[in-house]
């Protein structure tokens, strides 16, 4: 999931000839993991003193679907109640970065109906992601662009 995340043109130059490491030189590309690798690194942590779960049962769930989330992939495996306040936060602000940075890889578009967990989330919060979800749609854009009356005038 992480490598279709980054924008298509950060692998132009590696298409064309470049290297593996004009791609982990971007700052974008950096940012994007160097999130993932904190987020999933503290919520790993969490989650083994907060549960009874073993350290790779934890990890792998852990780095599966907040790595999903991240991306908007909209794969998820257990429920959110499970991972406790904090938890849910990480994986709140993650899909809000994810969402605002621009990230290709859009498996089930990042509807949170699409993991069969919008029922975990109060009404609030649907709604909020719902908003967010619509304003960092690039297309709307356009969108927002004809209902501009300087845009009729030309």
């Known amino acids: 999931m992480l490598p279709g995340s980054p924008p298509y043109i950060r692998y132009v130059p590696l298409v064309a000839g470049g290297d593996l490491r004009t791609l982990i030189r971007d700052p974008q590309v950096r940012g994007l993991l160097l999130y ?14 907060t549960s009874d ?3 790779e049962p934890a990890f792998r769930e852990t780095l599966f679907n907040l790595v999903s989330i991240l991306t908007g ?54 709604w909020l ?17 004809l209902a501009l009356p300087r845009f009729w005038r030309r």
């Open 53 to 55: 779960m073993g350290i």
């Open 73 to 126: 992939t909209g794969f998820f495996s257990g429920t959110f109640p499970a991972w406790g306040s904090f938890g849910l936060a990480v994986a709140f602000i993650l899909g809000l970065i994810g969402g605002a940075s621009g990230v290709q890889f859009r498996g089930a578009d990042g509807v949170p109906g699409a993991t069969g967990v919008a029922g975990d989330f109060p009404d609030a919060a649907k």
């Open 129 to 145: 992601m719902t908003l967010t979800m619509l304003l960092g749609r690039l297309g709307l854009l356009a969108i927002f662009v």
């Open 36 to 49: 993932a690798v904190v987020a999933v690194g503290v919520v790993t942590l969490w989650r083994l003193t």
